[in-house]
């Protein structure tokens, strides 16, 4: 079935047509229909599958026919998502697709001055897409009404309650009307999120894509053993090899990723960086400079990146392992967007084959290895164009040589005064 055949507002079908969407992908396919009639969903959906416009086609539908029928004002839909970049770009989502209706949609986030955004709500919106603190905080104040509020929709409800939002959820529940529609999506599930998942839905639609294998299925996986001091001489050999490519690295740590970027620009490898050190305005320029393409290598912390929709990615290197099992299904997730293909490349260390094994065991596949002969290893380490490195080899051995010298210095001193006790 194509867009064109489902029973949509005009302006939304023409808009899907401009963005070159033409047939509903499989969570779209399963979740559209019940939406439009009004019902709970529950869905388990990773990023990438189009889970997006699977809530914002319907959504934005209802909420236009609504607005066509009475003048309806005051925020009809709210969307709770973990982070400022997901809520930026699921507004964007809905402004593309409701473009030329009668539905405004907004994001509320911290980290920016709250005036702008208590001047947009003041002049009207119908859907609110928010991260929870700075929701709240309108809430008390009074600028953000939900008392009108129609449909509720949680985006990766995985990752708020990883982000600790638990309780914010559930005390969301005391400024919403009880008669409304929940939309609840996750990309994975525990006992944790059920709970939560059912204390929200009623009688829900359960959907779930690709049940066995969480990780997006046109994505190609693959590890390299690599040690990890020498892991930064293969990432500079695969991007020289592959500089056309959009190129997402990610690293344990905010520290990690600065280092990285640090090694790669000795070697003349312009790249960004995206963690939490990082200000609002910093993260947006980031990812607007490598959605553009203007910088085509982004590394990236787990946190900073979850759920964030960068078009065209075609590798994700895992250059640190990730910590946590779904952390591995969020990372891929980030390339093989929607129809596209995607590749995803892990530099494991000897210190992290125990976190790969978790993997493995999570995703229910053994991730194929591609394997490096040692001359090959060893050619990756002489391409290095980092002088650095020469430099250290070169200072150890002057220190070396600086110690043995010295040994031999201290043993000669002890011989002579030794031989002049004796003589005496
Ligand atoms: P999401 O899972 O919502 O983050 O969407 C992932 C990507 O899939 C986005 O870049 C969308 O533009 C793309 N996408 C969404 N729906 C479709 C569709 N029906 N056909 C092709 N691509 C799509």
Not at 191 to 199: D, P, Q, T
Request: hydrophobic share 35%; proline share 3%.
């Amino acid at each position: 079935m194509r867009f064109d055949q489902y029973s949509l507002i005009p302006q939304i079908k023409e808009n899907l047509s401009k963005k070159g969407l033409k047939k509903p992908t499989d969570i779209q396919f399963k979740s559209i229909p019940h939406i439009l009639k009004g019902e709970d969903v529950l869905a388990i959906a990773q990023t990438g599958t189009g889970k997006t416009a699977a809530f914002a086609i319907p959504v934005i539908h209802k909420i236009h026919l609504l607005k066509m029928k009475k003048r309806a004002s005051g925020v009809r839909c709210l969307i709770m998502v973990p982070t400022r970049e997901l809520c930026i770009q699921i507004t964007d989502v809905f402004n593309d697709i409701g473009k030329k209706t009668k539905v405004i949609t907004r994001s509320i986030f911290g980290g920016v001055e709250q005036d702008t955004q208590i001047s947009t709500l003041n002049k009207g919106v119908d859907i609110v897409v928010a991260t929870p603190g700075r929701m709240f905080d309108l809430i008390s104040q009074g600028y953000l009404k939900l008392d009108k509020l129609e449909i509720l929709v949680l985006d990766e409800a995985d990752q708020m309650l990883d982000r600790g939002f638990y309780d914010d959820i559930k005390a969301l529940q005391r400024h919403i009307p009880k008669r409304r529609q929940t939309l609840f999506f996750s990309a994975t599930i525990d006992e944790k999120i059920k709970r939560l998942a059912y204390s929200l839905v009623v009688n829900p639609i359960r959907i779930q894509i690709s049940p066995k294998n969480p990780v997006a299925r046109n994505v190609d996986h693959s590890i390299v053993k690599v040690k990890m001091d020498d892991k930064r001489f293969f990432l500079e050999r695969f991007i020289k090899e592959n500089d056309e490519s959009k190129t997402l690295v990610f690293v344990r740590t905010k520290v990690r990723a600065e280092r990285v970027q640090k090694a790669m620009k000795r070697v003349q490898i312009e790249a960004l960086t995206l963690h939490g050190d990082k200000n609002q305005n910093e993260r947006i320029l980031t990812l607007e400079k490598f959605k553009k393409g203007e910088v085509n290598i982004l590394i990236a912390t787990d946190v900073s990146a979850r759920g964030i929709d960068i078009p065209n990615v075609e590798y994700v290197i895992n250059y640190d392992i990730p910590e946590q099992a779904d952390s591995y299904v969020h990372r891929v997730g980030r390339t093989g967007r929607g129809r596209s293909k995607g590749k995803a490349i892990s530099f494991v260390s000897k210190e992290e084959n125990e976190l790969l094994y978790a993997i493995e065991e999570y995703t229910g596949d053994k991730i194929k290895e591609i394997k490096i002969n040692l001359e090959d290893y060893q050619d990756t380490i002489d391409f290095t164009e980092d002088t650095s490195q020469s430099w250290q080899a070169l200072i150890k051995e002057h220190d070396r040589v600086e110690d043995n010298l010295k040994k031999i210095h201290n043993k000669r001193v002890k011989q002579k005064i030794n031989k002049n006790k004796k003589k005496r």
